[in-house]
Nanobody
Framework: QVQLVESGGGLVQPGGSLRLSCAAS????????MGWYRQAPGKQREFLAR???????NYVSSVKGRFTISRDNAKNTLYLQMNSLKPEDTAVYSC????????WGQGTQVTVSS
């Protein structure tokens, strides 16, 4: 089992950047495939990016080139670097860990506004 805690959200102006972190507790973090999702008010949760336990990544087209997912297995931490943020990126951002079961964090709010 793994517990996930996101951090790094906040208020940022359009065009700005944020780096989200997802700290994992539990064993064998490196063996999990990890992902980032977001949910805006009144909308369904949306997949953003995934990084496999071997480091392969994939992204939804709307964030490709602006967002970068990465992991530091030594620190048991997943990251999402977000650049060129837009108001439509405003949402609660959550990470998950997948290895048979799917584990979710509580999420962190990102607000992009001037």
């Amino acid at each position: 089992q793994v517990q996930l805690v996101e951090s790094g959200g906040g208020l940022v102006q359009p065009g700005g950047s944020l780096r989200l972190s997802c700290a994992a507790s539990g064993r064998d973090f490196s063996s999990y495939d990890m992902g980032w999702y977001r949910q805006a008010p009144g909308k369904q949760r949306e997949f953003l990016a995934r990084i496999s336990n071997s480091g392969n990544t994939n992204y939804v087209s709307s964030v490709k080139g602006r967002f970068t997912i990465s992991r530091d297995n030594a620190k048991n931490t997943l990251y999402l670097q977000m650049n060129s943020l837009k108001p439509e990126d405003t949402a609660v951002y959550s990470c998950n860990a997948v290895r048979g079961y799917i584990y979710w964090g509580q999420g962190t709010q990102v607000t992009v506004s001037s």
